[in-house]
């Protein structure tokens, strides 16, 4: 490689975090402790996927402190083999008191809270099959389906997941349905409920809010959809407008939370997770062996609900999430190994339009994804209109991201050919539907 090659670049890093570039380091422990790469990413607790994108110098850091903590001590491992300080009929021990030397702590003593994992984020089969119960008495299994002209364009068997064939036209509703149903069942007096969204959050809240007898009140920024805000008072909620940008408009909304005594719900949060994890459940039991799924990225709930999915079934399969060129956050996120803002998220796709990340979100996107693509408002465009003209299932931006990081995708093994993108909503305004097909795809072949 050339001086100055990324990749250089990012094992310089490594060596700097890790002693050593994790190439080197895994050629090691594949010498001395019988580990290949999978047998890596297994004793430090990630994804296989994405510590081969570390490995592979596509990604500077693990992302998680965990993984981080372990792979020092399967470094010193192998130092004290190379040394004679540890004999190779002493590893499999070792391994295991690595695993369980640095497991998260155990829960206090007694009954288990009702809370459930310590992580709120973990996914268990009791809290999945607790969701799909709820979703699904308003939201019947949406379809997977093939369709041969999108093959021809994308040149790999493609799924779609349709979640805009979810009663508010988008996946969100799933989150907002379970994050209602706990806390009725909590018992909780609230007045209210006050969310900050740029439509399909806003949407999945006050839709639920009505399901549950609960008020809604739900603040847009300036310049949002007309016809996600109709849509949002169609189901019942107060609309207020605030704020430039989603941020702004989410710290208006926190404030307006604190003086009228309402209760914030964020865009991200464990309920919502569970809810939408839902749909990803759904795509893996109707397409067995995907080899990768793409997801929109806004502020995470989708692409974490896939990845918990993933991880639940014990799949080997990659999980790509997409953002706009316009909202970089998780990209820029991704590439640090830590939150990053933007700053701005001043872009057509409005469902992805995030300027500040989750810390959380991060947290497991890095831990868990194989790689972030970012598309351009063109590229976007496109897809909106390939999308239309494949499946006459119409897309909004965000809806058409993940077909549009498919597209632009060219860190994927050609060997993973079996694909599902996610169609997370299709909640388009007439004018950005006519600009869209105003940029075009070209001629018809």
């Known amino acids: 490689m050339s001086p100055g090659d990324p990749a250089d670049e990012r094992r310089a890093l490594q060596a700097e975090l890790y002693g050593a570039p994790v190439d080197a380091l895994a050629a090691d422990m594949a010498a001395l402790l019988g580990l290949d790469p999978r047998g890596v990413a297994g004793v430090l607790g990630v994804s296989a996927p994405m510590f081969e994108d ?89 379809p997977a389906r093939r369709w041969p002209l999108l093959e021809a364009a994308t040149g790999v068997e493609t799924w779609v997941k349709h979640e805009n064939h979810c009663p508010t036209g988008a996946f969100k509703v799933r989150g907002g349905l379970v994050m209602v149903d706990r806390l009725l069942a909590s018992g909780r007096e609230v007045r209210g409920l006050i969310t900050a969204t740029r439509g399909n959050h806003g949407q999945s809240v006050a839709y639920a809010g009505a399901a549950g007898g ?6 847009v920024p300036e310049g949002n959809s007309p016809d996600k805000n109709e849509a ?21 909304a926190a404030g307006l939370a604190e003086r009228e005594g309402l209760l914030f719900v964020p865009s991200f949060a464990p309920d919502l997770v569970a809810g939408v994890a ?9 397409v067995p062996g995907l080899d990768v799924v793409y997801v929109p990225v806004g502020l995470g709930s989708g692409i974490c609900a896939n990845l918990a999915v993933r991880d639940l079934l014990g799949l080997d399969c990659e999980v790509v999430g997409v ?29 992805v339009a995030c300027r500040v990340p989750d810390p959380d979100a991060v947290r497991l996107v890095n831990a868990g994804a194989a790689r972030i693509v970012r598309v351009s408002e063109e590229a976007a465009q496109r897809a909106m209109v390939l999308m239309y003209r494949a499946t006459h299932n119409l ?51």
């Open 323 to 351: 953002v706009a060129e316009r909202a970089p956050a998780y990209a820029l996120s991704w590439d640090a190994g830590r939150p990053v803002a933007s700053e701005s998220a001043d872009t057509l796709v409005d469902g």
């Open 214 to 219: 609960l008020p809604v009140t739900v603040v």
């Open 232 to 252: 949002m008072a169609a189901y019942g909620a107060r609309l207020v407008v605030a704020g430039h940008d989603f941020q702004a408009a989410r710290e208006h």
């Open 54 to 142: 570390v490995r592979a110098a596509r990604r500077s850091r693990l992302g998680n402190p965990v993984a981080t903590v372990r792979l020092g001590l399967l470094r010193d491992l192998c130092g004290h083999l190379r040394a004679g300080r540890a004999a190779p009929g002493d590893v499999p021990l070792a391994l295991e008191q690595i695993r369980v030397a640095t497991a998260p702590p155990p829960a206090a003593s007694g009954p288990a809270p009702a809370a459930g994992p310590a992580d709120p984020f973990a996914l268990t089969d009791d809290v999945l099959r607790d969701a799909a119960r709820v979703v699904r008495r308003h939201v019947p299994p949406t």
């Open 278 to 286: 839902t749909y990803a459940a759904e795509l893996h039991a109707s």
């Open 395 to 445: 897309a909004e931006p965000a809806g058409s991201l993940a077909l549009a990081g498919l597209l632009a995708d060219t860190a994927r093994d050609p060997a993973r050919s079996r694909v599902a993108v996610v169609h997370t909503g299709g909640n388009c305004d007439l004018e950005v539907l006519a600009a869209a097909t105003g940029a075009g795809v070209g001629p018809r072949s």
